[in-house]
């Protein structure tokens, strides 16, 4: 089968792989009809997640229809259409029980030398091949399939797999209050679901802080207050637009591929090249930090990776603000996100900028890193 494969930093390619086979009874493979990129592949591709081991595949969110069954599979059947959620969890153990499916147990066994199951990911995350496939394997099956409405169409339903949740769990962990006002750090694919989010809430001032003029107009068309941070300090305007005291919750959508303002770079023609890590993992959550208004809440979804170690502690702590992160529990959130899609109560399509062919995928992967006008979001579509 074909695959997008990780060679090393800055170098993939769509390769002719061997397939993958059942090897648990408790697996299922599922061929993928539809998969994406997302802002975190570009962090492993960039080098700024570490511990790639070359020779894995690539891509963590999917929907398809399941080809074979484990002998222990019994609620997933051959020829069901399922969304895959990104993180793998066994669905028993302690942490599963809780919902809490990114710390599953099997996978973190609680030695912190292994993190969050997920596919297409570093050493530390399985490593389990992932979804940029014409067929996964996906480990127990009966909890880590959900299946699709006939209705629901693949386009529809992909964003399930992985950002939907995830910009869920953003605004859960901010506790939002009616009156709050909010800002969203970001305004990649996840920045921009959690904007639709707030506003599905009745959330009326919400700031959208990013440098990307495609993304902001569209947060802006969403009905946010779109701030450019290489033409405009974000914590000044921040707090000048809240009569000083900054606002009541932050959601950072941005993570370790954080940018400082282009006047500050030396030569701004770098950020042209292609898989350029970021120059300033620490910037989004300083201005995060500085930028809340005093027992703010701060709920970071954009991912930080484990030897990231540089917060503004002091600052938070001297604020009381309230601090929550973490991996997406994907599998807890998506039986409800689904029935909003399918009940039309919210309509995650045109997000979904790009639906290029499979066979173009390493051509898109560039666009997309490049974070060029109007590519929010790439979908891949499988050869049938
Ligand atoms: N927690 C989870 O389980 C989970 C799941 C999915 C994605 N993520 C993470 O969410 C983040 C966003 O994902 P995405 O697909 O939208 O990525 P993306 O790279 O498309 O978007 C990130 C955006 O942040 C902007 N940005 C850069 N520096 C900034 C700064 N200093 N201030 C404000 N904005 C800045 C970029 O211009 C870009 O538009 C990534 O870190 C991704 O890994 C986390
Ligand atoms: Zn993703
Ligand atoms: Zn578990």
Not at 9 to 31: T, Y
Not at 213 to 229: D, T
Request: net charge negative.
């Amino acid at each position: 089968m074909k695959a997008v494969v990780f060679k090393g930093i800055g170098d993939i390619a769509l390769e002719e792989v061997q397939s993958p086979i059942i090897q648990d009874p408790k697996d299922a493979l599922v061929r993928i009809t539809m998969s994406t990129i997302c802002g975190t592949d570009l962090h492993m591709i960039r080098g700024s997640m570490t511990g790639m081991q070359p020779g894995t595949i690539l891509g963590h969110e999917g929907v398809g229809i399941v080809e074979k069954v484990g002998a222990d599979v019994k609620k997933i059947k051959v020829g069901d259409r399922v969304i895959i959620p990104s993180t793998i969890a066994c669905g028993t153990c302690d942490y599963c029980k809780k919902k809490i499916y990114s710390q599953c147990d099997y996978y973190t066994h609680n030695d912190s030398q292994t993190n969050t199951a997920f596919y297409g990911g570093p050493k530390k995350s399985g490593p389990f091949n992932g979804m940029q496939a014409e067929m996964v394997r996906v480990p127990f099956a009966d909890v880590g399939l959900v299946t699709i409405p006939t209705d629901v169409t693949d386009s529809q339903a992909i964003l399930l797999s992985d950002i939907l949740p995830t910009a869920y769990m953003g605004v859960e962990m901010a506790d939002i209050q009616p009156t709050d006002n909010i800002a969203v750090f970001g305004c990649g694919p996840v920045g921009q679901l959690v904007i639709l989010l707030l506003k599905r809430s009745g959330i009326k001032t919400i700031f959208a802080i990013d440098n990307v003029p495609s993304r902001l107009a569209l947060a802006e068309k969403q009905g946010a207050h779109a701030i450019n941070f290489d033409h405009e300090d974000p914590v000044s305007v921040l707090k000048k637009l809240t009569h000083g005291k900054g606002p009541d919750k932050i959601i950072d959508a941005v993570g370790i591929d954080a940018e400082q303002p282009h006047y500050t770079w030396a030569d701004s023609s770098d950020h042209q090249a292609q898989w350029l890590p970021g120059n300033a993992p620490w910037q989004a959550l300083q201005w995060e930090v500085d930028a809340l208004c005093k027992a703010g809440t701060l709920s970071i979804i954009g991912v930080y990776p484990g030897p990231f170690h540089l917060f503004p502690i002091g600052t938070a702590m001297g604020k009381n603000l309230i601090i929550k992160m973490g991996n997406c529990n994907h599998r807890a959130y998506i039986p409800k996100l689904l029935e909003w899609v399918h009940k039309k109560e919210i309509d995650l399509t045109p997000f979904i900028t790009q639906t290029i062919s499979f066979d173009k995928v390493i051509d898109a992967y560039k666009h997309f890193d490049k974070r060029e006008d109007g590519w929010l979001k790439v979908a891949l579509l499988m050869p049938s």
